[in-house]
């Protein structure tokens, strides 16, 4: 008699993975082009090649979605790493303040579209929320460079940390280092 070798769903499990990403980068793309609230599972399940019941197999519901989509492009996209040391708190503010804003401008569409659903979406406000808590803590390290903490200064960090702070300066400036520039010479 034959032995019979032991089912190990290895090829399934990596085509049920495939597919998985192939829905996740479909949503990417779509919040990314039209944002999380305007897209429906029919989009996802079109620009990924699957039935809508595929995408629910792998997501039941909208949460799931959102995180799947929100972990996949944060792995994709991580913020910039953030220098805050240096001996001249100004040069410290204007390098930071660069390195944000070529962030923002290189994934300025993708934002545009969260921030906007953010405002009526609460999963996609909370999806946003370490995002929050990295700038405040990158003010709060920026302020802590000058010799005495400043309330109006954080202040005026904190909001040229802010996306809605740099779609304005980019209108205005059309350069990240002559935004920079302009935010150190209000510190």
């Not at 370490?130 to 802590?144: E, K």
Request: aromatic share 6%; glycine share 4%.
């Amino acid at each position: 008699m034959k032995s019979r070798r032991a089912y190990t769903k290895v090829r399934r499990a990596a085509a049920e993975d495939a597919t998985r990403e192939k829905i996740v980068c479909a949503m990417v793309e779509l919040h990314g082009e039209i944002g999380p609230s305007r897209t429906t599972v029919s989009a996802i399940a079109e620009r990924a090649g699957v039935e809508r019941l595929t995408v629910y197999r792998h997501f039941p519901d909208e949460t799931s979605m959102l995180r799947a989509c929100s972990a996949h492009w944060s792995a994709l996209n991580p913020l910039p790493a953030i220098p805050v040391a240096g001996a001249d708190p100004l040069a410290s503010c204007r390098h930071t303040i660069v390195a944000l804003y070529g962030w923002y401008r290189a994934n300025a569409d993708m934002l545009t579209q969260i921030f906007r659903d953010a405002r009526t979406m609460p999963i996609v406000a909370e999806l946003m929320a370490p995002m929050a808590a990295h700038l405040d803590d990158v003010a709060a390290q920026l302020d802590a460079r000058w010799p005495r903490r400043s309330t109006k200064r954080v202040t005026t960090i904190r909001h040229a940390l802010q996306f809605s702070t740099w779609q304005s300066l980019d209108a205005l400036t059309g350069s990240d280092r002559r935004a920079a520039a302009l935010i150190t010479d209000w510190l």
